[in-house]
């Protein structure tokens, strides 16, 4: 199997950087070795596609509107989880947004992922960078987790492990944030196209044009789901509070 040590690159090596050895060393799983190596675990890749420019093509112009768009639902202060690393300046402006008095974890299960997080995160006293599956985040709890274009690289199962981990992560009237694909409207012109590249590059995203996000949660009912698209369907925000004792009656998943 192929060697994706970080040592490769001595520029994305953990050694050095300010945060302590991590303890539990999560596997690396098949899907991003066999899917998404290319992406993610290349030292040239995450020295080339770093870019927010990148990152805002690959979205269509949207990446800042859906940053703010995942950001309006965190208010400063708060305990957050960010569930894996995001190429360009998510990661950056998230802690500037949870500032000193809060504290931003970032996960990642790829060791290249974290080195290169924990750099541009350098300096950000209140952010922490640690290689942890966000299927097993650890942690917690959190006053909000952030999950940006996670899930739909995610074969089914690891979305239902996954999704159910970041649920439990969260305080009651907490929230999971989830930005990602959905299912673009029927006259929608990129519909097409978007078909034929993730039949070719994203194999497990199109289950997010067919399913709700909730529909994975085993206990979405202890939940108040809230969903808004944009860019004609193509992309989704999906927030679920916990519920706390004193809400008022479940109104149902979304
Ligand atoms: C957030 S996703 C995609 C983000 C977006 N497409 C971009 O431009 O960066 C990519 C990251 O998810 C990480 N990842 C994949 N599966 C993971 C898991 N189960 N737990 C934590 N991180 C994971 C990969 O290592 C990679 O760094």
Not at 222 to 228: H, I, L, P, Q
Request: hydrophobic letters at 45%; charged letters at 20%.
């Amino acid at each position: 199997m192929t060697d994706f040590s970080v040592d490769a690159d001595p520029a994305l090596s953990i050694a050095g950087a300010p945060e302590l050895p991590d303890t539990a060393v999560p596997e690396l799983p098949a899907y991003l070795q066999e899917t998404y190596a290319w992406a993610y675990l290349w030292p040239i890749s995450v020295r080339l596609l770093d870019r927010p420019w990148i990152t805002s093509a690959i979205l269509w112009g949207n990446y800042r509107r859906l940053k703010r768009a995942a950001f309006s639902e965190i208010p400063p202060g708060q305990r957050v989880l960010q569930t894996a690393c995001v190429y360009g300046d998510l990661s950056y402006d998230l802690g500037a947004l949870v500032g000193p008095r809060g504290r931003l974890d970032v996960i990642d299960v790829a060791p290249i992922q974290v080195a290169n997080c924990r750099r541009k995160l350098n300096g950000v006293g209140h952010a922490h960078v640690r290689l942890a599956d966000a299927a097993a985040p650890g942690g917690g709890p959190y006053d909000v987790v952030c999950c940006f274009f996670l899930l739909h690289e995610l074969p089914d199962d690891r979305k239902r492990a996954v999704i159910d981990s970041l649920l439990s992560a969260v305080v009651p009237g907490g929230s999971v944030v989830f930005v990602d694909y959905h299912k673009p409207r029927s006259l929608h012109p990129l519909r097409g196209l978007m078909s034929i590249v993730f039949d070719w590059l994203e194999p497990f995203a199109k289950t997010l044009w067919r399913r709700e996000i909730s529909s994975f949660a085993p206990a979405a009912d202890r939940f108040d789901w809230r969903k808004e698209t944009y860019f004609g369907g193509l992309y989704q925000k999906v927030v679920a509070r916990r519920r706390i004792p004193s809400d008022p009656v479940p109104s149902g998943p979304a």
